[in-house]
């Protein structure tokens, strides 16, 4: 797998967890809920739906890191796997969530660029 591929999923990873810290540890911050959701109003309602996002994000951005990790100690096959395969996935959920929420575009944005250019760059 070549080094923009797993630059890119890198850079998916450390997205993903950056958000995921930011929404599970920071959320109570107005300026964390502008950055995440475009308005500083709370919404307390929605903090057991936060946090299952919040580790969602943080186990992905681990996956990608796995996935990377795995390329460089023996297995490849696993490595690869791993790397197209959460890429695939967060991909997938940008695009749905761009549907879903498209006043979030920048959101969808952050969530499927990186790792569209990692499958991009995998097939070349």
Known sequence: MNTVTQGFALLAALIH?????LERFFYGRPAIRVFLTTSPADAPEVTLWRSG?????ILLGLGLIAGVVA???GDAAVGRTLTVCFCAFLVVSAVVFLVSFPRLWRGAL???LAPAVALVAAVF
């Open 110 to 112: 952050g969530q499927g």
């Open 53 to 57: 996002v919040a580790v969602y994000n």
């Open 17 to 21: 967890l950056v958000v995921g810290t």
């Open 71 to 73: 390329l460089h100690t």
